[in-house]
């Protein structure tokens, strides 16, 4: 079972940068983090992921701690759209749970005028 | 680009009819997934298929669900019979070769079981 934590909501004003943390302590070598959000009645959308590295798009950024235990997603300017559930997921590239998303309950972004 | 295509976005129907839902992945990908979300359980994968084929169906919560996925373009979900409590959300998504690329989501169709 792919475990994270996240918290279970946050706020921000509008253009403002929106940290968003998530712990995967018992993370293994070769679990990735995904990042994605989900708008009020929409599917799930992709995000971010990453392995190692830090990573940007051109959504968000992502920052992986150096022993991989923890990561933050990093909207640099929330908007009012991107009020929605933000999920931080393991995905591992082996065993039985290979290329599988487990979806915990994620974090309520809150996003003020 | 097209993304996936789920169909029907909603339905309504009584206990104990047969429900299917249908999936179209985006084209070249080639594992699909689908999804099932409530508000007591939140979005859990039901099964999902690479090249056609089956690979997990562990979460497949009882035989009244099926799932096949003919050929690379189609895919099904099925319910029979249907029960109040199969009412869900149900999404479908696909992907390249996961974990290292990105599951792409449908809009869902939202069941009603009365």
């Known amino acids: 079972d792919a475990k994270t934590t996240q918290p279970n909501s946050m706020e921000s004003n509008e253009e403002e940068p929106v940290h968003l943390p998530c712990n995967h302590s018992t993370i293994s070598g070769t679990d990735y983090i995904h990042w994605y959000r989900q708008l009020p009645s929409q599917g799930p959308e992709y995000v971010i992921h990453g392995l190692t590295s830090n990573v940007n798009n051109r959504m968000a950024s992502l920052a992986i701690a150096e022993d991989r235990k923890s990561s933050t997603l990093i909207l640099h300017r929330a908007t009012l759209r991107d009020a929605a559930v933000y999920y931080c997921i393991r995905s591992n590239a082996g065993g039985t749970s290979y290329g599988k998303l487990t979806f915990g309950q994620g974090t309520i972004l809150t996003v003020h005028p | 680009d097209a993304g996936v295509i789920q169909s029907p976005r909603h339905e309504v129907t009584e206990m104990g009819q047969e429900v299917t839902l249908r999936c179209k992945p985006i084209s070249g990908h080639d594992y699909l997934f689908w999804y099932r979300q409530t508000m007591m359980r939140g979005l859990e994968l039901l099964i999902y298929?690479?090249?056609?084929?089956?690979?997990?169906d562990s979460g497949m919560p009882e035989d009244r669900f099926s799932a096949k996925m003919p050929n690379a373009s189609f895919s099904t979900l099925k319910i029979q019979p249907s029960e109040p409590r199969d009412s869900a959300v149900y999404f479908c998504a696909s992907s390249l070769r996961p974990p290292n690329q990105p599951q792409h989501f449908g809009d869902g169709t939202r069941l009603s079981i009365l």
């Open positions: 298929f690479n090249n056609n084929v089956p690979i997990d």
